[in-house]
Antibody
């Protein structure tokens, strides 16, 4: 079945970097755009980033633009999020998610279980 | 400032009908915003209920329906059940590859 498994979360000091990964299975990874969404403790969902099915286009929320980089390796069915210059307000559960439609973007549809990132000294 | 607006909370009686909305601080929501609705219970990942305005995701009961009502996207739950008590989020496509979630609605069934 379709599965998205995030990894790489943990506790990191402010200003440091962290790289999240998401292993995809059960579908043809290279045909779907992928998203990252986060949720701070007790808060709502925040869309953060999108990468097209072939990796040729990337989009970011203003809150992370210039600090975070989304990437994908279609040969390994893996999505990444490189997070630099981390701040306390980046503390959240980070969800990897697959888009609804192949090749075009129609929105976040299938979700991983999330990985927790805590930014604290 | 919240660009995408949702009611912070709502209450419905068991068996009742409730309509949650998803609007814009400025402007009207249309199908070109590809409104999508999610349900989330505490400690769990979100679950997609409705996508592209009114298409139910696989396995979602037909008591959940999506539409455009006036200038907002809407999620209607008909015949609410106790386990519908959850947080509900919408997301809208703002163009340029950017998506924005609403702040969520906490639904109480009592």
């Amino acid at each position: 079945q379709v599965q998205l498994v995030e990894s790489g979360g943990g506790v990191v000091q402010p200003g440091r970097s962290l790289r999240l990964s998401c292993a995809a299975s059960g579908f043809i990874f290279s045909t779907y755009a992928m998203h990252w969404v986060r949720q701070a403790p007790g808060k709502g969902l925040e869309w953060m980033s999108l990468i097209s099915y072939d990796g040729s286009n990337e989009y970011y929320a203003d809150s992370v633009k210039g600090r975070f980089t989304i990437s994908r390796d279609n040969s390994k069915n893996t999505l990444h999020l490189q997070m630099n210059s981390l701040r306390a307000e980046d503390t959240a559960v980070y969800y990897c998610a697959r888009d609804e439609s192949i090749y075009v973007v129609r929105g976040v549809h299938l979700w991983g279980q999330g990985t927790m990132v805590t930014v604290s000294s | 400032q919240t660009v995408v607006t949702q009611e912070p909370s709502f209450s419905v009686s068991p068996g009742g009908t409730v309509t949650l909305t998803c609007g814009l601080r400025s402007g009207s929501v249309s199908t070109t915003y590809y409104p999508t609705w999610y349900q989330q219970t505490p400690g769990q990942a979100p679950r997609t209920l409705i996508y592209s305005t009114n298409t139910r995701s696989s396995g979602v009961p037909d008591r959940f329906s999506g539409s455009i009502l006036g200038n907002k996207a809407a999620l209607t739950i008909t015949g609410a059940q106790a386990d519908d008590e959850s947080d509900y989020y919408c997301v809208l496509y703002m163009g340029g590859g950017i998506w924005v979630f609403g702040g969520g609605t906490k639904l109480t069934v009592l």
